[in-house]
C-alpha cells in the first residue's frame, strides 16, 4: 500500500484555521509596522531626509530611499513585514519602558547621540493582548496545520500498516 501526506496548504485553510482558533493567537508582544533609519550626525540633506519620511508620498519614499542607500548607516523599511517593537528598540540608542504609550502617542520619533541620528515612523501597531494579524501568525499556522497533518499521516500509517499485516498474517507477537 503506498501512503503519501498532503504538503500544500491553501489559503482558505490557513483563514478558516485561523478564524476557528482566534483565541490562539493573542499577542504576547507589541507589534509594529515601521520605518526606521539611523544616519551619521553628520549627514548632508538631513533636513531633507527628515521632511521626506514623514511623507505618505510614493516619489517622496523613492527619494528617501536614494538618500538613505547614499548616506544611512542603517534603513530597514518594515512596512509589509510585522515586528516586535523589542526588535526596533534594539536599534535604538535608548531604551522605552512603556512601550504601550509610545505607540499611542507617536507615529514619528526622532533620537540623537553623538555620532548618529534615528528616525522612526510608525506606521501601524498592535497592542500586547490584542489578536494578532492574520499576516504575522501565518506561518506559525502553516507549521501548526503541517504538523497536524504529519500526526495524521503517521497514525494512519502505522494502523495501515497494521490493518496490512491482519489481512496477510504476516506479524508476530512477541
Known sequence: MLYRMDTVIAGNELESYYAENENSFYLTSNIVRALFIKLPVETPDLNRIRLLYRSDSQKDMQELEKLCFQFAEKFDDFNEDWITMDRLMLELNEKITDQENFLKRNSFYEVSDSASVYLIKINDFRLRGSLAPFEYVMDDIKRIIWN???????????????????????????
Open 148 to 174: 497536524n497533518r504529519r500526526i495524521e499521516f503517521i497514525k494512519n500509517l502505522e494502523t495501515g500498516i497494521y490493518n496490512d499485516a491482519i489481512k496477510e498474517n504476516e506479524f508476530k507477537i512477541y
